[in-house]
């Protein structure tokens, strides 16, 4: 594989970041995961926003303009003939002896690289998925796209030894966010709730564009913190993200959702959002 690193394309073999490096001593570092569907990027420019945006709030410089990284990621589709996978960016803010205050000149460090995943023909995709509910154990500026994933590792974790496919986070009773993903529950009523954008969560990518397809085909949305009650009673749920797009949850915890099936309203939602991806293709 061809990846992106100290400011070239070179083989994964060749790859070196410095121990120095504070997004491996500190995990002061921000990464993006875009989808390459049919060896397209999904929504990336709401990645690079983002990212832009998650390297401002920690004031690191971005390492290269927006449209420069944009043709890195081209660049490595292309070389490793990506079809269907993802794109990874991380930038750190750079290497020097360790210190908790950094010196105000650090260079970021850049890497990005694509693995080939398949997204659209998976147990997720199909069957839908069982999440265990845990106390989120994350800190308080979840919005920041940080490398800082262990509690997201830990979950994962126990929530496949116990298992489970995933994790949804709890704090103070109401659901914050899927370990790796933004969660959505349907009302009776065929209303889609999911918290509101916050310092409590990550601001999807998929999210902001699912919100979009809901608005033009007329799904009604409601924008706020649900219950742990709520979600074990909901009609239908789901969780989306750029590698797991739109995907049903049929049990939360020891509570089967829809008979244990994806519910209509998220199946319709999958196929507003693969016609969006689709869109890309044309
Ligand atoms: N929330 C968390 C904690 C995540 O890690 C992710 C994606 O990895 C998401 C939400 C979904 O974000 P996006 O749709 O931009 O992939």
Same mark, same amino acid.
């Given at each position: *594989?061809?990846?992106?690193?100290?400011?070239?394309?070179?083989?994964?073999? @060749? =790859?070196?970041?410095?121990?120095?490096?504070?997004?491996?001593?500190?995990?002061?570092?921000? #990464?993006?995961?875009?989808?390459?569907?049919?060896?397209?990027?999904?929504?990336?420019?709401?990645?690079?926003?983002?990212?832009?945006?998650?390297?401002?709030?920690?004031?690191?410089?971005?390492?290269?303009?927006?449209?420069?990284?944009?043709?890195?990621?081209?660049?490595?589709?292309?070389?490793?003939?990506?079809?269907?996978?993802?794109?990874?960016?991380?930038?750190? *803010?750079?290497?020097?002896?360790?210190?908790?205050?950094?010196?105000?000149?650090?260079?970021? %460090?850049?890497?990005?690289?694509?693995?080939?995943?398949?997204?659209?023909?998976?147990?997720?995709?199909?069957?839908?998925?069982?999440?265990?509910?845990?106390?989120?154990?994350? +800190?308080?500026? *979840?919005?920041?796209?940080?490398?800082?994933?262990?509690? $997201?590792?830990?979950?994962?974790?126990?929530?496949?030894?116990?298992?489970?496919?995933?994790? +949804?986070?709890?704090?103070?009773?109401?659901?914050?966010?899927?370990?790796?993903?933004?969660?959505?529950?349907?009302?009776?009523?065929?209303?889609?709730? %999911?918290?509101?954008?916050?310092?409590?969560?990550?601001?999807?990518?998929?999210?902001?564009?699912?919100?979009?397809?809901?608005?033009?085909?007329?799904?009604?949305?409601?924008?706020? =913190?649900?219950?742990?009650?709520?979600?074990?009673?909901?009609?239908?749920?789901?969780? %989306?993200?750029?590698?797991?797009?739109?995907?049903?949850?049929?049990?939360?915890?020891?509570?089967?959702?829809?008979?244990?099936?994806?519910?209509?309203?998220?199946? $319709?939602?999958?196929?507003? #959002?693969? @016609?969006?991806?689709?869109?890309? $293709?044309?």
């Amino acid at each position: *594989r061809v990846v992106y690193c100290g400011g070239e394309f070179v083989s994964e073999h @060749e =790859a070196r970041i410095s121990m120095f490096d504070r997004g491996f001593l500190f995990g002061d570092a921000v #990464y993006e995961v875009t989808a390459v569907i049919g060896g397209r990027m999904v929504d990336n420019d709401l990645h690079l926003a983002r990212l832009e945006r998650s390297l401002s709030e920690l004031a690191i410089p971005m390492p290269l303009p927006r449209a420069e990284i944009e043709a890195i990621q081209h660049a490595l589709i292309e070389k490793n003939q990506l079809m269907e996978g993802t794109v990874y960016l991380q930038v750190s *803010r750079g290497e020097e002896d360790r210190e908790f205050v950094y010196s105000a000149d650090l260079k970021p %460090t850049f890497i990005a690289f694509t693995q080939a995943k398949n997204l659209l023909n998976n147990k997720g995709q199909t069957a839908g998925l069982a999440v265990n509910l845990v106390e989120d154990p994350r +800190w308080n500026r *979840r919005d920041i796209k940080t490398i800082m994933l262990l509690g $997201q590792v830990m979950a994962k974790r126990d929530a496949k030894a116990a298992g489970f496919d995933d994790t +949804w986070f709890v704090e103070d009773g109401t659901i914050t966010e899927g370990a790796s993903s933004t969660a959505y529950i349907v009302t009776n009523d065929k209303r889609i709730i %999911t918290r509101a954008n916050s310092k409590a969560i990550l601001p999807g990518c998929t999210r902001a564009a699912l919100l979009r397809l809901c608005s033009t085909h007329g799904v009604a949305l409601e924008e706020r =913190a649900f219950t742990i009650a709520e979600a074990q009673g909901a009609a239908e749920a789901f969780q %989306t993200s750029a590698t797991s797009l739109v995907t049903p949850i049929v049990r939360i915890g020891d509570v089967s959702l829809n008979g244990g099936v994806p519910g209509p309203l998220t199946r $319709q939602l999958q196929a507003y #959002y693969l @016609e969006h991806v689709n869109m890309l $293709q044309s």
